[in-house]
Every structure is written in C-alpha cells, then in structure tokens.
C-alpha cells in the first residue's frame, strides 16, 4: 500500500513538473535558434555619394537583400575622400557588421583597414576600384585594362568614318585625358590599355586632368580646360563624372563638339546618352554595375552564411554605346529611381 502510494505520489510529480521542464527546454532551444536566425547584415562603401555611376549597384544590391532577406547598408563620404572613406570602414568594424563591399584604392591606408576588418572576423570584398593587395575575398568588377582597350578601339573607328587620319605622323592629334585620382588601380588601368591601343598612330596626350573623382569638380575643370585650350582634338574621360549634367551645363564642351572635337569615354546611364544623342560624345564603354551590385552581395553572402568559397575576380562585362545601338540603349538604360 505505502509502495502504491509513492508511486502515485512519483506519477503526480512527474506530470506536475515534467511540462514545465519541456517548456524551460523548448524556450532555450528557440532563443538559441533566433540567436544563430539573427539577420546578417551587409554594407555597401562606395567611393562617395555624389557620383551617380554607383546607384545602379545599389538599386540591384537592395532588392538582392530583400530577396535574400538580409540587412544592407550603403554609406560613404558624400564627395570622395579616402580619410573619410576609412573612417567609416572603421566605424564598420567597431559595429561588428557580418560584411563589407567596398570600392577603393590599393594604397597602404585602404590597405590596412580591410587587413583589420578581415582580422575581426568580418568578410570583406572590393567592387569597382580594388586593392588587391589587400586580405579581401574577392573583386567583382570589369576588365579595366580591357575597357581602356576597348575605349580606344572605338575611338579609332570614329575617327575612321570622319576621316581623320591617325597615322599621319607629321600632325599629331592632341588628346587630354579626364580621370579621378592617379593611383587609383581601375583608373590607372583604364588608360594604360587606352595608351598601349592608340601608341603605334598619331595620338599623343598632352594632358591628364585629375577631378578628384568629384562630379562637380569634373564639370568645372572640363569647361575651364577647354576654355583655355579650344584647339585640343580629343578627350578621352577615363569615368563618367562630367556626364551627369545637361548639355546646357557644358557650352564650352558644346562648341567644342561642334567644332569637330571628338570625345570618347568609360560609364553608360541615361545622361551620359542624352549627351551622345546631343553628338557630345562618340562613343561610349559601359561598366555593369547593377551585377557589382546583386552578384557582389549574393556572393559575399554565400561566404557568410555558407561558407561557399568564392572565386577571387569575378569579372563582369562591358557593353558600348556607338551610333548603331544609340537609340536601343536609350530605352533599356532609364533614369535612376532608387527609394
């Protein structure tokens, strides 16, 4: 009897205790799920704000992380400066954010704080502008040395169909080059592949104008340029910086052009068209920055979450723009809306 009683007493215990046991056990294993379910988040660090070239890479990089459903950040100085820039990368690290897409030189600075991101554990790759010698994961981004290439080919052609002699070695053909900052390895290799194409003719750079990858900037050193040099024969814009502002805004730039300059350069979007549609430029070679931006962030998150080992460059392509597919691109290629 007192045995029958204490196992009615152990079955009584037992049911009074047993779900509050299971409950305890379920609630830990679900904080711990929501702890290893916490959203990865991502920044995007362009090189700054003002250049419009890189929202392209944001709209697509945003509806990836939607679709992935991750956190995505994009910040940068609004006008481009590499103390900044690092700065905010260090403000990134001191968040402990999951990863970092970042556009920058391959200078010691840039160098050294991706080296310090990588060593806290935060997975970081380069897109546009690398710094290969940097501990970053990958580079997704054109062939640069080919876009300069690429650039100078269809300059070539141009000159071609106006009958402009680019081998006549007695007259040269003064050319000035626009880029951002020198050093800067995509721009550096832009121009080395646009020299290597154009060395064996007649065009020789009189002068290389640096605009401190600042769109305003561009914009006033190209028209102050042709102001005081009208009889330079053409501009090879190693970006598209200038390219964000009506033809109104350009009236040297404009005579210029009608007075038979001819202008070639690097970065395809909806203005930089309206101004070859205008006859400003003749052509064009276009960066794919909407996969930068998608294909960079999936990958990156590959690495994060699945530890899926990417490539180290995955190049994207390059399209141009001449008279031929002109009018096509002006449809494909829409103004930004980025909300």
């Not at 006549?168 to 951002?180: F, H, R, S």
């Amino acid at each position: 009897m007192f045995a029958q009683k204490n196992r009615l007493l152990f079955v009584l215990i037992v049911i009074i205790i047993l779900p509050a046991l299971l409950t305890s056990t379920v609630g830990a294993e679900n904080i711990q799920a929501n702890e290893n379910d916490e959203e990865i988040t991502i920044a995007y660090v362009p090189r700054s704000l003002d250049n419009p070239i890189f929202l392209d890479a944001f709209e697509h990089a945003q509806e990836k992380a939607i679709d992935l459903g991750i956190n995505i950040e994009w910040v940068a100085p609004f006008v481009y400066n590499e103390e900044a820039q690092i700065k905010i990368i260090e403000s990134l690290i001191a968040r402990k954010v999951d990863g970092m897409v970042v556009s920058v030189n391959n200078t010691p600075g840039y160098i050294d704080v991706i080296n310090r991101a990588v060593e806290a554990g935060i997975a970081v790759a380069t897109f546009d502008a690398d710094a290969p010698d940097s501990r970053r994961l990958f580079h997704i981004g054109i062939n640069n040395y080919e876009a300069g290439k690429v650039t100078a080919e269809g300059l070539l052609t141009v000159l071609e169909n106006r009958n402009i002699d680019y081998n006549q070695q007695e007259k040269k053909l003064d050319t000035m080059i626009m880029t951002g900052v020198r050093g800067a390895l995509n721009l550096d290799s832009r121009i080395e592949g646009f020299l290597d194409t154009v060395e064996a003719t007649n065009i020789r750079v009189q002068d290389i104008v640096e605009n401190q990858d600042s769109v305003n900037l561009s914009v006033e050193l190209l028209e102050q340029y042709l102001q005081q040099n009208p009889e330079i024969d053409i501009i090879f814009f190693v970006g598209g910086w200038p390219f964000y502002v009506p033809a109104e805004a350009l009236p040297n730039f404009q005579q210029w052009s009608k007075n038979g300059g001819v202008a070639v350069g690097i970065d395809i979007f909806y203005d930089a068209l309206l101004l070859q549609e205008r006859g400003l430029l003749q052509y064009l070679v276009g960066q794919d920055m909407a996969t930068m931006g998608s294909k960079g962030l999936s990958t990156l998150y590959n690495y994060i979450k699945y530890g899926a080992e990417p490539r180290e460059y995955i190049e994207t392509g390059v399209e141009v723009a001449d008279d031929d597919n002109l009018e096509r691109l002006l449809q494909t290629h829409r103004p930004w809306r980025v909300k």
